[in-house]
């Protein structure tokens, strides 16, 4: 139990455009899921938190305008990256809350080209 | 403010020896959960571990074991007979259970096992 999928596993987009990436949990409602950004060689950074059928908290340095999270349901969540740029290419990791634990997906590498 | 602390960034082993992954924590919290977590090349997040800090008891897991010392806010992962396929970064983490629910990583400790 307490799977988590995230879609797609790899994505690769042109500068300026947009990529929505997608959380679900799978055989759980996740009344809170989380989004980590992991640039190569380095740690799993949070980004933000986010309550379903609330607005997302993030954490401080986070543009919340080009980093879109919509938490509609209790088994999805999803991150659009808006107007992406090549900085932006990272390996994007969410993971669902289900009791006091959080269960990861398999992540989301995002190349921007 | 809650941090994790992974001094070694990475180490090399030749396979068969034993191999130590240190992690200091600091939290205000005295309730709280601490991972240990494998990130293979591929990426995704291996659960290994989960101690609440009210259990100090070691654990072990066929060639895994654990040391958790509150009086030295740490909390040690050790390898025995390291094989080439525990090649991986390893993370520590320490969450809040009963507040925010977030996870704070170190930097990771990146393990080589050479044949």
């Known amino acids: 139990g307490a799977v988590v999928s995230q879609h797609p596993s790899r994505v690769i987009c042109k500068s300026g455009t947009s990529v929505k990436i997608e959380c679900r949990s799978l055989d759980f409602q996740a009344t809170t899921m989380f989004w980590y950004r992991q640039f190569p060689k380095q740690s799993l950074m949070l980004m933000a938190t986010?309550?379903?059928?609330?607005?997302?908290?993030?954490e401080q340095g986070v543009e919340k305008d080009k980093f879109l999270i919509n938490h509609a349901s209790l088994t999805l969540s999803t991150l659009t990256v808006t107007s992406a740029h090549p900085e932006d290419s990272s390996f994007y990791i969410c993971s669902a809350s289900h009791g006091m634990e959080q269960y990861f997906g398999p992540g989301t590498r995002l190349t921007v080209t | 403010a809650q941090k994790v602390t992974q001094a070694q960034t990475e180490i090399s082993v030749v396979e068969k020896e034993d191999v130590t992954l240190d992690c200091v924590y600091e939290?205000?919290?005295?309730?709280?959960?601490l991972f240990w977590y494998k990130q293979p090349p591929s990426g995704e997040l291996v659960f290994l571990i989960r101690r609440n800090s009210f259990d100090e008891q070691n654990e072990i897991s066929g060639r895994y074991s654990w040391n958790f010392q509150k009086s030295t806010s740490s909390f040690n992962f050790t390898i025995t007979a390291s094989q080439v396929v525990d090649s991986a970064v390893y993370f520590c983490?320490?969450?809040?259970?009963?507040?925010?629910?977030?996870?704070?990583f170190g930097t990771g400790t990146r393990l080589k096992v050479l044949a």
């Open positions: 939290t205000r919290d005295t309730t709280y959960y």
């Open positions: 986010s309550n379903e059928g609330s607005k997302a908290t993030y």
């Open positions: 983490a320490l969450s809040d259970p009963l507040g925010t629910y977030k996870y704070i």
